[in-house]
């Protein structure tokens, strides 16, 4: 549910794609924002507006369907949206990047609200889920452990800000600079890591 996240979803896939065939992609929900049902202050809104703009104004090909301001009530809870993402991994592990996806598309392309339950529903939904099972571990015990397991791991390797790149790379957190125009700076920086530090690379965590 971060736009800066949704920003950075070009240039991640293009390193993606080139990255050595070594490295793992590990994804780490961050949290962000805890549950609530209450509406966001029009503070935190002209926030996440002004966040929009700068985004339109600097990412080439990155656009947001503004309709979503006056079609819902915003809700800053993104922990809801991080539980789909776990649940969908659940069901089936590719499924992962999958509800990513779909959850980004459906708040900033489709002026959905991400927060409602009914939202992720149907993100389930259009990814080949089992709705049923999808409704049943998003509430589950074993989801929010998770959930709270992933935040204290991106915690302990010292990330605050999304979205984030860390290589571990001989038991060692190396942060990646996020560039949103080019991924090559990223590509250049992770393999001058593995030169400086020969050993095989263990992981590459988001």
């Known amino acids: 549910m971060c736009s800066w996240c949704y920003a950075f ?4 896939t ?23 049902t209450e509406p966001m202050p029009p503070a935190t809104q002209k926030m996440v507006q002004q966040a929009w703009q700068r985004i339109e104004q600097t990412v080439p090909g990155v656009h947001f369907n503004w309709n979503f301001w006056s079609r819902n009530t915003p ?19 590719e499924a ?52 709270q397991h992933q935040m204290q791991r991106a915690r302990s390797m010292d990330v605050y800000s999304y979205p984030s790149l860390q290589l571990v790379h001989n038991n060692i957190v190396f942060p990646i600079a996020i560039d949103y125009l080019n ?9 001058t890591i593995e030169s400086s530090f020969p050993a095989k690379l263990r992981a590459f965590d988001d």
């Open 96 to 147: 992962e990047p999958e509800m990513i996806r779909a959850i980004q598309t459906a708040y900033y392309q489709q002026a959905k609200n991400p927060s409602l339950p009914e939202t992720l529903q149907a993100c389930a939904r259009e990814i080949g889920l089992n709705k049923a099972v999808f409704i049943e571990d998003l509430g589950s015990p074993a989801i929010e452990s998770e959930l």
């Open 9 to 12: 979803s070009q240039s991640w």
């Open 183 to 191: 991924h090559r700076t990223m590509l250049d920086e992770i393999k």
């Open 75 to 93: 809700i800053r809870a993104t922990y809801p949206a991080c539980r789909a993402v776990l649940a969908a991994k659940k069901q089936r592990a």
């Open 14 to 36: 293009a390193l993606q794609q080139a990255l050595p065939r070594d490295i793992e992609i590990v994804y780490l929900v961050g949290g962000l924002a805890p549950d609530t």
